[in-house]
């Protein structure tokens, strides 16, 4: 049979997962009670959209984006 070839390279996806750790640890520190996982499970997302219908209303996508990111960064700065 067939093998199944992963779509990202083993060095990708442990940018990726490094990636979504960094967002979950910011989401953590602003105050939502998230388990840093690495993985962007349904919670994760869920969480993202929570803190974008607070700070971005106008950007509720789910996805831990450029603008996503910037803004908790903001959020975490002010909070200092």
């Avoid at 602003?30 to 994760?44: N, P, Q, S």
Wanted: charged share 25%; aromatic share 8%.
């Amino acid at each position: 049979p067939p093998r199944s070839t992963p779509l990202y390279s083993s060095a990708a996806s442990d940018v990726y997962k490094r990636q979504i750790r960094q967002c979950q640890k910011k989401l953590k520190m602003i105050g939502y009670g998230l388990k840093i996982t690495g993985v962007l499970d349904e919670l994760t997302r869920d969480t993202i959209l929570a803190f974008q219908r607070h700070w971005l209303p106008n950007q509720l996508t789910g996805k831990f984006d450029v603008e996503t990111v910037w803004r908790m960064e903001t959020v975490l700065r002010a909070s200092e």
